[in-house]
T-cell receptor, first 113, second 111 residues
Framework: KAGVTQTPRYLIKTRGQQVTLSCSPI?????VSWYQQTPGQGLQFLFE???????NKGNFPGRFSGRQFSNSRSEMNVSTLELGDSALYLC????????????FGQGTRLTVV | QKEVEQDPGPLSVPEGAIVSLNCTYS??????FMWYRQYSRKGPELLMY????GNKEDGRFTAQVDKSSKYISLFIRDSQPSDSATYLC???????????FGRGTSLIVHP
């Protein structure tokens, strides 16, 4: 059974640019959650999508957005990048019933210069 | 004060030691308690979860929840160098889809 796939693994972007990250969940999983991980703040919740709808949202500015497609694949977009957006972005895949069992991808390491 | 507190470590132990990793929390509504292991440059991996209070054992790992003290623990018996990683606790209210994570404890098991 394939795991959660995140692409790309690494990205270097310039301040002001925008970026799109992709997450393919485990087959049959309908929930995808996105997290930002930094040494200073740990894992912070961005948003969760279930059946193509944003079901939950964390406390991040509107520059962070996402969407989910009918095959449950999800993308997140960050516009007008800032230096502070440099982080490991993780997505987690769950069945969507309780999300107690969540399976993470390897993450996308974003560096903003 | 954060909802979930976890000592970042690092915690350094010799191979074969019993390791105790802990988290405290402030929200009494938390009902699900999870432990994740994260190796360097990898995503977190779910080790185990418990519902409400009590113990749960899986091989060398035992998770313990004390709701009266708002304190959870993960014990690792016969620790191995391959256990060296960051361990994150996470907690979730019943009916919520989103867990709250601790900052993680870095564990180093030296041969």
């Amino acid at each position: 059974k394939a795991g959660v796939t995140q692409t790309p693994r690494y990205l270097i972007k310039t301040r002001g640019q925008q970026v799109t990250l992709s997450c393919s969940p485990i087959s049959g999983h309908r929930s995808v959650s996105w997290y930002q991980q930094t040494p200073g703040q740990g894992l912070q919740f961005l948003f969760e999508y279930f059946s193509e709808t944003q079901r939950n949202k964390g406390n991040f500015p509107g520059r962070f957005s996402g969407r989910q497609f009918s095959n449950s694949r999800s993308e997140m977009n960050v516009s007008t990048l800032e230096l502070g957006d440099s982080a490991l972005y993780l997505c987690a895949s769950s069945l969507g019933d309780t999300n107690t069992e969540a399976f993470f991808g390897q993450g996308t390491r974003l560096t903003v210069v | 004060q954060k909802e979930v507190e976890q000592d970042p470590g690092p915690l350094s132990v010799p191979e074969g030691a019993i390791v105790s990793l802990n988290c405290t929390y402030s929200n009494s509504a938390f009902q699900y308690f999870m432990w994740y292991r994260q190796y360097s440059r990898k995503g977190p991996e779910l080790l185990m979860y418990t519902y409400s209070s009590g113990n749960k054992e899986d091989g060398r790992f035992t998770a313990q929840v004390d709701k009266s003290s708002k304190y959870i623990s993960l014990f690792i018996r016969d620790s191995q160098p391959s256990d060296s990683a960051t361990y994150l606790c996470a907690m979730k209210k019943g009916g919520s889809y989103i867990p709250t994570f601790g900052r993680g404890t870095s564990l180093i098991v030296h041969p």
